[in-house]
């Protein structure tokens, strides 16, 4: 039984920031800190006090993390950046509420006695002779601790205190991962038991030394379990100062998952109920367990609940099903074709992830040669005249005096230039999108033209599939371009303008065209010929869109969403020599182009370039970052392989921000997480001038100096598919509904049985149903809630299995 552990963050928004540079505004970001791995980096928001990021991550952990930790600071172009201020979330104040954290939390100033990291790796005994007992504390070495000098490291030594007295272990300069291998002891000095407590510290030849933290233990603990092995490192205990919202605060929302994953015939039997529901009638269907979860989830929850039944039903080779059955339920009971997928239910959240799952190579393709045009060029575009700067039309024009006239008429100009190729675009795009998506557009056509089948209805069945392709996932994409991976940085203030143009033009065209000259928005009224002469081209695209055989499988057959020779991740970066002989460092990595499949990590001059060296993924056994004081450069990663003779090898690879290391490391750690025989620590620095930057250890073969991190990964849309861990997820669902799916369907022995109560509880379990109807609802809610007490005592007995097993150990890690 396998355990897994995420978080799903959000970074929502900023507001009553404090002002950073002198024009009276700040460029804010936020970055992501699990315990000491940098896991994301929002984009930064351009000139705003109340940005907003809308940033969502899912972050897959190891299942012993301890807290959460949000930075904001404020980007400058010259020098450091400037921290305004951070939030800090334990692992028990994530947890406590099912449902997660959506709030918004001042910001605190940071601390630098706080900002501690790292562990340290002690051997205590307690001994006793004829002068009485003694504390003999053997610090042996720490790992990963806080760098606070200026080239990145520190000058640690320790220093153990047990009652009035204190020893100190020698200083080593220049390490964050310190060897003492020292014995200090102490005596025990008349008087009530006394703890033990271990500091850190970095010693400075000038001002005060630096604290780097510590760890205490209780005298009961010195007395009956003395520690011995890897503890973490704390902050000096001290209530956390509130500033009073003086530094601003941030909207997130947090929720952690931990979960058993069984073994998988366990979950065959619910498998089973959930593909059985979605090739029976759906209209007629209420105890189904997709009827069940349709009927309980809303929210946040309703849509990572539609990404997961995506994923499990694309693995069985059932996505179209699946996505008929939720559809047919919701045209059923639609009345007014106006509101046909308008709100957010579970077949319009599962219909927009299995757009997002299959189709965002396709999106890319689509607009991404437009969107960077635009933000390359940084035209400015405006045609609401109250928000039109006249200043700007310098710009545009040099001739005669500033007027909204010359701004609307530059303005459709380019808006016009920009809309035409994204229009070209969509409507020549029907054979690059996926056979998945055209076959699912298909049946929800038909299923919207037997619904509505009048002719004062005829727009309804394009509406029907252009209101998810182009309200849903085209327009979103223009708008925030971020959030689709189509760009790595938020617009500025102007191109974000200038997107939401755009934008709402694309939504029109979607809209086909039934809501111009309506509405607040008459400024839009120049660009309305463009669009109404691209609405005849839209519907004869989805007409083309739809013309798909359907023998072909929605979703294809049982597989993965990235086949392993696909290319998930591709682009520049810099890769050292195997042996630099140039003592420069920055001279000995060299630029190549590098793609990444499930099977290789291969490379070469440049895209175009024919030769190309791979390193086998199957080879991998350790993605780390590299400290910056390896090489004197930023963003590093490693990547370490282990050779047919047993023998290690690292590439030594840079990227060009923190954003894109943090993807590479992902992806890397994704396409080589089956892989045997992984790494469980490393040198996060190099071997140079014999010996190690990190740990100053001269043999090359020295042990690794620091943890690896394997499962910190990033989720995103090319995730392999996980169909326990996807049907666990389920499970947990249908948990929250089994009371009241009995108290609808089932016999209660404590109520009143009587001919006149059955009458009235079968009238109020399913108003206007048949006998035999409500009969089958009932044998599958009683198979229902059959599975789900099966699972539940498969739970049960490998938690008590574990419990057998688990032994006390030592204190730490």
């Not at 979860?293 to 849509?303: A, I, K, M, P």
């Not at 109250?386 to 007027?403: E, H, N, Q, Y």
Request: hydrophobic fraction near 40%; proline fraction near 6%.
């Amino acid at each position: 039984m396998a355990k897994s552990s995420s978080l799903n963050v959000r970074v929502v928004e900023g507001r009553a920031l404090p002002a950073k540079d002198v024009s009276g505004s700040s460029d804010p970001y936020c970055i992501v800190k699990v315990d000491d791995e940098v896991v994301a980096r929002t984009a930064t928001v351009w000139r705003s006090l109340s940005p907003f990021w809308g940033e969502e991550y899912t972050i897959h952990l190891p299942l012993d993390f301890h807290h959460l930790a949000f930075y904001v600071l404020d980007e400058d172009t010259v020098g450091h950046d400037d921290i305004i201020g951070k939030i800090s979330l334990s692992k028990d104040a994530i947890a406590a509420d099912p449902r997660g954290i959506d709030s918004w939390i001042n910001l605190s100033r940071v601390d630098p006695d706080a900002e501690v990291q790292g562990e340290i790796c002690l051997d205590v005994q307690m001994l006793e002779d004829a002068r009485g007992r003694c504390l003999r504390c053997h610090v042996l070495q720490a790992r990963d601790l806080a760098p606070r000098d200026i080239t990145g490291t520190s000058d640690p030594f320790a220093r153990v205190f047990w009652g009035s007295q204190s020893l100190e272990t020698s200083t080593i300069k220049k390490t964050r991962f310190p060897h003492w291998d020292e014995v200090l002891e102490l005596r025990e000095m008349p008087g009530s038991p006394a703890p033990l407590r271990v500091e850190l510290w970095d010693w400075d030849m000038v001002g005060k030394n630096d604290f780097l933290g510590m760890v205490e233990f209780p005298p009961q603990v010195l007395q009956q379990n003395t520690p011995r092995g890897w503890f973490r490192l704390l902050p000096f205990p001290r209530a956390e100062e509130d500033s009073g919202g003086t530094l601003g605060a941030v909207r997130l929302k947090v929720r952690l998952t931990e979960d058993r994953i069984l073994p998988s015939r366990h979950y065959q039997p619910l498998t089973e109920l959930l593909m059985e529901s979605v090739l029976g009638p759906a209209e007629e269907d209420t105890a189904s367990p997709l009827a069940v979860l349709e009927e309980l989830t809303s929210g946040d929850c309703r849509q990572d609940l539609a990404t997961k039944l995506v994923k499990l039903f694309l693995g069985q080779g059932l996505a179209g099903p699946f996505l008929d059955y939720l559809t047919r339920r919701e045209v059923t009971r639609t009345t007014d074709p106006n509101t046909l997928f308008r709100s957010n239910s579970l077949a319009s959240k599962a219909m927009e992830q299995f757009m997002k799952l299959v189709g965002m190579p396709y999106l890319h393709e689509v607009l991404k040669p437009v969107i960077n045009r635009v933000f390359e060029e940084k035209k400015y575009m405006e045609l609401d005249p109250c928000k039109m700067d006249l200043g700007r039309t310098r710009r545009i024009s040099f001739k005669g005096a500033p007027s909204e006239e010359h701004v609307r008429d530059a303005s459709l100009g380019l808006l016009t230039g920009y809309l035409g190729p994204i229009v070209d675009a969509i409507v020549g795009s029907v054979g690059r999108c996926p056979p998945a998506m055209r076959l699912v557009f298909k049946q929800l056509r038909q299923c919207v033209e037997e619904r509505f089948p009048q002719a004062e209805h005829e727009d309804v069945k394009y509406l029907a599939v252009s209101g998810f392709l182009f309200l849903r996932f085209f327009a979103p994409a223009v708008l925030t371009p971020k959030l689709f991976d189509l760009r790595d940085q938020h617009a500025d203030p102007q191109t974000s303008r200038s997107l939401l143009l755009l934008a709402k033009a694309v939504q029109s065209i979607g809209n086909l065209g039934q809501q111009l000259g309506q509405g607040k928005e008459l400024w839009m009224a120049p660009l309305h010929p463009f669009l109404l002469q691209s609405i005849s081209r839209v519907r004869h695209f989805l007409d083309q869109l739809v013309d798909v055989n359907g023998e072909e499988e929605a979703g294809g057959p049982a597989r993965a969403l990235v086949a392993p020779s696909v290319i998930v991740r591709e682009g520049y970066l810099l890769k050292r020599k195997e042996e630099p002989t140039s003592l420069a460092t920055r001279f000995a990595f060299k630029k190549r182009y590098f793609w990444l499949s499930g099977e290789t990590l291969s490379y070469s001059k440049s895209p175009e370039w024919q030769m190309r060296s791979s390193i086998p993924v199957s080879h991998i056994c350790a993605v780390e970052r590299v400290d910056e004081g390896a090489f004197q450069l930023p963003h590093v990663m490693q990547v370490m392989t282990r050779g047919a003779a047993g023998g290690l090898h690292t590439t030594y690879l840079q990227c060009k921000n923190v954003n894109e290391l943090n993807q590479w490391l992902s992806a890397l750690r994704k396409a080589s997480a089956p892989n045997p025989d992984k790494l469980a620590a490393c040198h996060p620095g190099a071997f140079r001038s014999s010996r190690w930057t990190c740990c100053l250890q001269a043999e090359r073969s020295a042990a690794g100096c620091s943890r690896t991190h394997s499962a910190v990964t990033l989720g995103d849309w090319s995730d392999p598919l996980d169909p326990d861990a996807e049907i666990q997820m389920v499970y947990r669902q249908l948990l929250l509904g089994r009371d009241q799916l009995r108290m609808k369907f089932q016999e209660d022995p404590n109520t009143d049985s009587s001919p006149e109560a059955d009458a009235e509880k079968d009238s109020g379990a399913t108003e206007g149903a048949c006998p035999d109807a409500l009969a089958r609802q009932r044998e599958a809610a009683g198979r229902l809630l059959e599975v789900l007490a099966d699972l539940d005592r498969a739970h049960e007995e490998f938690q008590q299995r574990e419990q057998q097993k688990a032994a006390p150990g030592p204190l730490g890690h």
